[in-house]
């Protein structure tokens, strides 16, 4: 491996670099990680809200499993989202923090506290794959920009999303489709 000289730098990026205030982004590009974390964090509000809705409200033979799992994932969820809106702060822009923004920003619809345990799971994996694809979604154009912070940062929202949504569909019993085909193999 070649040893890193600084004759190998890309004069054009340490123009650049020097041409913003300070961590080598444009403010347009700032502008638009601050706007990409601010879904992020509008993403992960509406879902610790809606892990709480089911963790309150879950009724039915899996309770204990549901109620403590989702207890753990909403506890994580509190601290992360400190620090994505902490992350907003740091790179120059006001971080929201109303429920009508977050409704604005998100796509995570409410809970629905009548539903019955394996749709409340349900509804919890489909959103943390959303939150997911938020995230990557930010991450990517973060990488984009060497915004590394906010990109590390955002990888490991995905990894976290993308874990919960598995644990939880590990407590499903078994989905309709599955059972729909076990049922026709046993007949034949
Ligand atoms: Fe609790």
Known sequence: MQPF???????????AF???DGNGMTSNHKKTIAVGLSQVLAD?????????NYHWNVVGGKFFMVHKMTEEQYNELFKAIDEIAE???AIGYLTPATFAEFDKL???KDGDMQLGEDEMLADLVAS????????????LKADEYHDLATADLLTKRIGVHEKSAWLLQSLVTEQPAAKAKSRAH???
């Open 87 to 89: 992350r907003v702060r």
């Open 5 to 15: 000289t600084l004759e190998k730098l890309d004069l054009k990026s340490v123009k």
């Open 18 to 20: 020097k041409a913003s």
């Open 128 to 139: 943390h794959i959303a939150v997911a694809h938020t995230a990557k979604a930010v991450a």
């Open 44 to 52: 992960s509000y509406k879902m610790l809200l809606k892990i709480q």
């Open 106 to 108: 998100s796509t995570i």
């Open 186 to 188: 046993k007949a034949a």
